[in-house]
């Protein structure tokens, strides 16, 4: 008997999405998954997602874990079960995460739905970005996590109200802040 791991359940937590009847935003229940590229049904979501939100670091994810087998990539998804088939359309946010040495994980793209990103005032989701971050800095809490910034309207303060600070060395890369030297 074969046993196969797809993409797989890390964690869930809650997004703020619109409610047209409280005209409000509330709490909704999200999957944050880890995909296996190694299994051709989340390539082929990644292909999807990538075609579907063109233009976006979507494209990039897919496109680099066709050379790189080292990355992991996560997806937060309004998909509650069956991972294994993997919806795109759920799909709300993607990032690529990778060792660059023991204990150093850089995260080299953080992409949400681009219908839902901060800039657009008539998003249904919001939190997606911050919801993802949330869950990497509780899988990689023992070890350094790092990206580098992107110098695009709002989002070096996006990361740094997520607890990054610029290194001492390095003025493009920002890392996290650990919970104990938040105070």
């Known amino acids: 008997m074969e046993v196969s791991f797809k993409a797989q359940l890390v964690n869930t937590c809650n ?8 005209r409000s935003f ?9 995909l296996d590229t190694n299994k051709w049904r989340d390539r ?10 063109e233009h976006s670091f979507a494209t990039n994810i897919y496109r680099s874990q ?12 309004e998909q509650q079960s069956n991972f294994e088939k993997l919806d795109a359309e ?9 060792e660059l040495e023991p204990n150093v994980h850089y995260i080299d793209y953080l992409q949400t739905k681009p219908d839902y990103t901060a800039n657009n005032p008539d998003r249904e ?12 800095k509780n899988i990689f809490r023992k070890d350094t996590l790092k990206l580098s910034s992107l110098y695009e309207d709002g989002l070096i303060d996006f990361y ?24």
Not at 125 to 136: E, H, P, S
Request: glycine share 2%.
């Open 125 to 136: 989701c919001k939190d997606i970005g911050r919801r993802i971050l949330d869950n990497l």
């Open 44 to 53: 082929r979501a990644l292909r999807k997602i990538s075609k579907k939100w």
């Open 26 to 34: 509330l709490p909704s229940e999200v999957s944050f998954i880890e």
């Open 66 to 77: 066709k050379s790189n087998k080292n990355l992991r990539i996560f997806a937060l998804t």
């Open 90 to 98: 759920k799909v709300l946010g993607l990032t690529q995460v990778q």
């Open 15 to 22: 997004i703020q999405k619109y409610s047209k009847s409280t």
């Open 160 to 183: 740094m109200k997520n607890y990054f600070k610029f290194e001492k060395f390095y003025l493009d890369d920002l890392i996290w802040v650990d919970k104990f030297e938040k105070q």
